[in-house]
């Protein structure tokens, strides 16, 4: 199997945008859903679609206010990923979702678009995980890594509201460099 290498262009989601967000969005979450978190299946809604609040959140619909932030990568016409972060405006920001299209993996594309997404707003950084999802648990531990080599941490935090569920992966850093455009 070859890798991806194509270039990735990462740019802020504006409403014209969303529909591509929204169709991406079931893809993510169907990526997500063969992980059985704490034995609940996450399978889709009666109508097909999964649980979509961050995409309301990422898009100011939820009340939120500005504190959210939505980024499309594309590759030429492409759209490959996206990534929401929370805390736009706060002392540390949250990568809340993050995806590349499985066409579009293996190849680099993730890491540069998470570091182009990272240096937009240097400073404190953290992204959530589950133990249960061995990519993702390799993806961000590199990712922490390349981004604050040796200066990086991890911890496990229980999930807000839902007692019975693994706590999440938390990997938190400092990224302080900038990307150029």
């Known amino acids: 199997m070859t890798s991806y290498t194509g270039a990735v262009d990462v740019r802020p989601a504006t409403p014209a945008d969303r529909p591509t967000v929204e169709r991406l969005w ?24 999964f649980r979509s609040e961050r995409v309301a959140a990422a898009f100011g ?3 939120e206010g500005g504190d959210w932030a939505p980024y499309l990568f594309w590759s030429g016409v492409h759209p490959v990923g996206f990534a929401f972060v929370r805390g736009i405006g706060g002392p540390t ?40 999802n061995p990519g993702a648990v390799a993806f961000w531990r590199r990712v922490g890594e390349e981004l604050a080599p040796g200066a990086w941490g991890e911890e496990r935090r229980p999930v807000p509201g839902r007692v019975g569920l693994p706590p999440d992966v938390w990997i938190s850093f400092r990224y302080g460099g900038a990307v150029e455009r």
């Open 26 to 49: 079931l893809m993510f979450r169907h990526d997500l859903s063969e992980f059985r978190n704490g034995g609940v299946s996450q399978l889709p809604n009666p109508d097909g679609t």
């Open 93 to 132: 920001r949250i990568l809340n979702s993050f995806f590349v299209v499985r066409g579009a993996r293996r190849g680099g594309v993730g890491m540069r678009a998470v570091r182009d997404v990272v240096s937009r707003c240097p400073g404190d950084w953290e992204v959530a995980f589950q133990d249960v």
């Open 61 to 63: 619909d939820s009340g």
